[in-house]
């Protein structure tokens, strides 16, 4: 491998951010987005070539794909552990550099339409390319500290990209929360990673997924609460993964941050960062599985599971077209988390974890295509909600046609890129559990109703009178929905299952024809559902909802849990804690100082008369102590 | 003339010079120089300290030891290790960002500029003695322009801060007082003369009894300057009150004598009083981490927020000492230059904004992102450097702190650890508030619209502060690893 070439791909959007940053008062709109856009061209042709290289130049050397790691000390805590910063090149990371650059390559190019005119316009781009660099750190991290530091710096791009419209309160709170709770589920994640440190002496993810390495041979040596050390610490870590990747119950912030920019919540809140939880557990996959017979790995699965389901069920409630897609997101991560949390790792039992990764890969295009398509329906009307919409096929072609496409593949319709993807996590489910299998399934079906309930609500339902009749985004916005819609279509015919696996040296699959068949109907299902509820304007969706009474009311609440939040962040920490916190610094602590200070002021006023400036006083006192004094030698003499 | 002593000579024929000045301009080009010249002898010890380490391996470089009052046995005794080289250039750092900071001291110019270069001589003075006498001598000289400074350059309830400020300090300095007192009466325990040198009684054996006792008054004395919770109170009054380049000066430097005496002075000499007392001063710490973090999430004055996040952080630097091991005291003495620059940053940042606002109050505020973009901008770069973000100074302290802190397997140190963990959700909590309701929104005030824009001054000010914080916290292996080396006697002497 090529090491120059491998520090050239993140080092192009750090360079770009730097320059645009620094003199973003300076630089022209014009240049700044040709900048970003050439230097991100730049660093996806070099991944490209880097996957070409790794997968066909290289290959397998006895029958597994090599690990190739190059690194630095960074920092050193004790003689043995220290945090390394260096690239590590295996089959996820380079399938990694490979999602990042297509995506955020399209993002940029579409943000050069959809931003025009922006104040922030060289502002914009250079957060893109922070958020970039970060991505790329993540992805090539060689070990679970420098995972962090880059982790740390996507979340703070993704606050700065959700807060770009730094004057509308609504997106101030929605970056904050989004910070805030990743930060919180990054405590857990940072401790976890102290323990392994502790522990196993190393951060390394070569040594930590070594079967005869410190972590997965030593695991028994101490527990805590009935369970492994190292279990606690991968439970805490996946506590890190689940923030990141808005698993329940820390999904909270992921509706919010779509009051950033579309291209944003495309790139970031869609296809790249928030699956590096899913990309963390991956990661760290040996370690998982094999630590205490996989136990922390169950609670992946389950946290998945029901996430997919939970977020699944508030998408079909949501009226805003950004938070549809958010629920679907989380819904579909929670998907790639079960995968994961029911694979095995030898040969063809891995195939939850091989099915997780592709899911990831194809849901990075559909998932990147339909919120840009939803950015070019924004665009047009100048509305997130659905209300607000209705009939624009006639008006906008290209987004109507890609945008069936992304929901027909996330739909799981065949020959679709889902299809194959999803159909690979219900075998791996299937074949682990029959209850995660009946999840999986009745979440296609949900996914596949909610989704076309946007899209007829779209581009089919009612005629909306539009006051500025809606026309078709610029070329350069619809460019990259053609290419991505390309690719829905396209992606699922690699064959993954040859490059990605957890034991690096691949299987060959074939498509299990019951449980694809079963996945097919759920999902032409969910769309006919669609189709007769939403197709045309009538008042059925409206007299179900009224049929489900309360609990269509506490779904189109996301269960309250917002409210749950705030009453523990306002009313517990801010009312109860720091309120009290900050009255008692000042009245008690700083109190008894000042009575000590002022008892000090009563005692010397008290003192104070004995300086009175009369002469015969101060004989007296000159007098009294001498004599004193006289005695108290005479004492010492006479001893 | 050797290149330590330098450091108090120079701030004073500053100072004489300064006697001569007439007007403001004058008297700050005056400082800026001596500022600069300072600055570039700290970075000239720092290179010649390399080349001096590479082939010496003594614990303390460029000593030199003159007696100045026999009958006690009080030398004049100097000498740096990689610590105080790395204090010292903070020092100098902050005092010249310091100086352009002041650049439109209106009143008595010639005055401040003399009081601050006193304060500063003394900080030099602390970090270069070997000698506990002297060292306390130089501590004084530090704190005693603190009165001056605030009680006639200050703001709001002056006279009440500055007098709070300097009595909780005095009393401070006589706990501590007894404490070195108490360890200089022990000095002789192995036989030999009564010696005020830190080097000289490392190597004696200070009875138990003696340590247990004279610990704590060590400890308390130098721990009162760093704001150690219940002891803090001083802190976020004194600093409100302080015109800018003092907050700045005392934030940065001066409440780092705390940190840096108790480690060379309470746990170099008194070790197993330390490790007996420890247990005590972590729950302090860890209740000081945790409280200033809590505390500043309720404030609306930006002082008061920075006071208490200093009390926060600076509750790390004792909670890390007081680990006992390398990599947490390695922590310890990056989070004392990593808070000093940022906490002088944000002083800096707060004056630039009182300055052309008139007030400190957050609900106030609003929208200055749009209004003064570069202020504003830094004040974010400086809140995420507050909030421990990688690529910054304080997350390379933090981490090291925490991995200290975790080397101890019981379940009395991982609960205090993790509580102080925690802060790190706080401090995101609090430092996003202030952005949120200040920097961001609508604008709020009509008359901020015409905000004066950022001087060359304020620039070059803000840039001094910033480089070494993105330096520490982007290539942090050769100041680690300088402090480190350091460590290696101290930790011996302990275990």
């Given at each position: 491998m090529n090491l120059i070439n491998l520090i050239l791909i993140p080092a192009i959007p ?25 230097g991100l061209a730049t660093s996806t042709l070099l991944s490209f070539y880097t996957a070409w290289q790794y ?32 690239v590590?090149i295996?089959?996820?990371?380079v399938?990694?550099l490979i999602?990042v650059s297509t995506?955020?390559l ?26 970039t660099?970060?991505?790329y750190?993540?992805?090539l ?499 | ?495």
């Amino acid at each position: 491998m090529n090491l120059i070439n491998l520090i050239l791909i993140p080092a192009i959007p750090l360079a770009v951010f730097l320059v645009l940053g620094i003199f973003s008062h300076k630089i022209k709109p014009a240049v700044s987005g040709v900048v970003g856009v050439a230097g991100l061209a730049t660093s996806t042709l070099l991944s490209f070539y880097t996957a070409w290289q790794y997968f066909f130049v290289l290959g397998k050397l006895d029958g597994v794909y090599q690990t190739f790691v190059e690194k630095i000390t960074w920092m050193q805590f004790t003689e043995s552990l220290h945090i390394d910063m260096g690239v590590l090149i295996d089959p996820i990371s380079v399938m990694m550099l490979i999602v990042v650059s297509t995506i955020s390559l399209m993002v940029h190019i579409y943000s050069r339409g959809y931003m025009k005119g922006d104040d922030g316009y060289t502002r914009f781009f250079a957060y893109l390319s922070l958020f970039t660099f970060s991505m790329y750190g993540l992805v090539l991290a060689t070990n679970l500290f420098q995972i962090y530091i880059f982790w740390e710096l996507v979340g703070v791009s993704s606050f700065l990209l959700i807060g770009y419209y730094y004057t509308k309160t609504s997106a101030i709170a929605a970056a904050k929360k989004a910070f805030i709770v990743t930060r919180f589920a990054d405590f857990g994640f940072l401790i976890g990673i102290f323990i392994i440190g502790f522990y196993t002496n190393t951060f390394d993810f070569q040594t930590l997924n070594d079967p005869q390495g410190p972590a997965i041979l030593t695991w028994a040596s101490s527990s805590f609460m009935g369970l492994s050390v190292i279990t606690w610490a991968l439970i805490l870590i996946f506590m890190g993964g689940a923030g990141k990747s808005a698993m329940f119950p820390l999904h909270i912030w992921l509706p919010d941050a779509m009051e950033g920019p579309t291209p944003v919540s495309a790139l970031i809140h869609a296809a790249t960062m928030v699956v590096a939880g899913v990309y963390l557990v991956a990661r760290l996959f040996p370690m998982f599985y094999m630590v205490e017979d996989g136990f922390a790995l169950n609670i992946v699965a389950y946290v998945g599971a029901f996430s997919a389901l939970f977020a699944a069920i508030i998408a079909i409630t949501q009226t805003d077209i950004k938070r549809v897609l958010a629920f679907s997101t989380m819904s579909q991560l929670g998907y790639m988390m079960m995968s994961l949390g029911v694979s095995g790792f030898d040969g063809h039992e891995g195939v939850g974890y091989m099915a997780s990764m592709f899911h990831l890969f194809t849901h990075a295009m559909f998932k990147a295509l339909l919120f840009l398509g939803a950015g070019s329906v924004i665009h047009a009307v100048h509305s997130n909600y659905l209300k607000d919409m209705g009939g624009l096929r006639k008006y906008m072609p290209v987004t109507n046609i890609t945008f069936l496409i992304a929901a027909l593949a996330i739909a799981g319709v065949p020959p679709l890129a889902g299809f194959w993807s999803k159909d690979e996590i219900l075998v791996a489910a299937y074949e682990n559990s029959q209850f995660l299998y009946g999840i999986g399934v009745f979440v296609a079906g949900l996914t596949a109703f909610y989704m076309f309930r946007i899209y007829f609500g779209i581009f089919w339902g009612k005629e909306t009178n539009y006051k500025h009749a809606p026309h078709e985004s610029p070329f350069s916005m619809t460019l990259p929905l053609m290419i991505l819609a390309i690719l829905s279509i396209g992606a699922g015919f690699i064959p993954f299952s040859e490059f990605v696996t957890a034991d690096k040296a691949g299987f060959a699959t074939h498509i299990n024809l019951e449980l694809a068949a079963i996945a097919i109907v759920a999902g032409l299902l969910g769309i006919v559902l669609a189709w007769i509820f939403y197709k045309k304007e009538n008042d059925l969706a409206f007299r179900f909802s009224n049929a489900f009474g309360r609990f269509y009311t506490w779904t189109s609440h996301k269960f309250y849990f917002d409210e749950i939040y705030l009453f523990i962040a306002r009313r517990i920490f801010f009312q109860s804690v720091a309120a009290p916190i900050a009255k008692f610094d000042k009245k008690i602590v700083d109190g008894t100082m000042e009575g000590i200070g002022n008892q000090t002021v009563v005692v010397s006023r008290k003192i104070k008369g004995m300086q009175s400036g009369k002469v015969q006083d101060y004989a007296f006192g000159f007098i009294g102590g001498v004599v004193i004094l006289a005695l108290v030698f005479i004492y010492i003499w006479t001893n | 003339m050797d290149i330590l002593s330098l450091f108090v000579i120079l701030p004073v024929l500053t100072v004489i010079a300064l006697g001569f000045t007439k007007d403001l301009k004058q008297a700050r080009i005056l400082s800026m120089i001596g500022g600069l010249v300072q600055l570039g002898m700290a970075i000239n010890l720092l290179f010649s300290y390399f080349r001096e380490r590479a082939v010496n391996d003594s614990i303390m470089l460029f000593t030199r030891d003159v007696v100045w009052f026999e009958q006690f046995n009080i030398h004049y005794n100097i000498g740096v290790d990689g610590i105080s080289v790395a204090l010292i250039l903070l020092t100098s750092i902050i005092v010249l960002a310091g100086v352009f900071i002041s650049w439109k001291m209106e009143e008595l110019p010639k005055e401040f500029f003399i009081s601050l270069i006193v304060l500063s001589t003394g900080v030099y003075g602390f970090f270069i003695s070997i000698d506990l006498f002297t060292m306390f001598v130089f501590y004084e000289i530090a704190v005693i322009p603190m009165y001056l400074l605030i009680g006639i350059w200050g703001s709001g309830p002056k006279e009440y801060s500055a007098m709070k400020l300097t009595l909780m300090l005095m009393g401070a300095s006589a706990v501590l007082m007894v404490g070195i007192l108490g360890i200089y009466f022990n000095s002789n325990a192995d036989g030999g003369a009564l010696t005020f040198n830190i080097l000289e009684i490392a190597k004696v054996n200070i009875p138990f009894e003696a340590q247990k006792l004279f610990f704590p008054l060590t400890f308390i004395g130098f721990a009162i300057l760093g704001a150690l919770f219940p002891f803090h109170t001083w802190s976020p009054d004194g600093h409100a009150s302080a015109p800018t380049a003092v907050s700045m000066l005392h934030a940065g430097v001066l409440m780092k004598l705390g940190g840096y005496g108790i480690f060379r002075v309470a746990m170099y000499l008194l070790p197993e009083g330390a490790i007996e007392w420890s247990w005590f001063f972590i729950i302090l710490s860890a209740i000081g981490v945790i409280y200033g973090a809590f505390a500043a999430l309720r404030q609306t004055d930006l002082k008061y927020i920075n006071a208490y996040a200093s009390v926060s952080h600076l509750g790390m630097v004792s909670f890390a000492l007081l680990m006992l091991n390398k990599t947490a005291w390695n922590g310890a003495i990056l989070q004392s230059l990593s808070h000093g620059f940022m906490t002088a940053l944000f002083f800096a940042l707060i004056g630039m904004i009182y300055g052309r606002t008139h007030t400190r109050d957050i609900t106030k505020l609003g929208g200055l992102l749009k209004v003064i973009p570069f202020i504003s901008v830094i004040y974010v770069v400086a809140g995420m450097a507050l909030l421990g973000l990688p690529g910054f100074s304080g997350f390379v302290a933090e981490m090291n702190i925490f991995m200290g802190a975790f080397q101890h397997d019981s379940m009395f140190y991982r609960i205090v650890t993790i509580i102080s963990i925690s802060a790190i959700v706080v401090t995101a909590v609090y430092v996003l508030r202030v952005v949120g309701i200040m920097l961001m929104g609508p604008v709020k005030n009509e008359a901020y619209t015409k905000l004066a824009g950022v001087t060359w001054y304020e620039r070059t000010g803000i840039l001094l502060l910033l480089i070494p914080i993105i330096g520490i916290g982007v290539a942090p292996l050769w100041i680690s690893n300088m402090i480190m080396e350091s460590i290696q006697p101290f930790i011996q002497g302990v275990l």
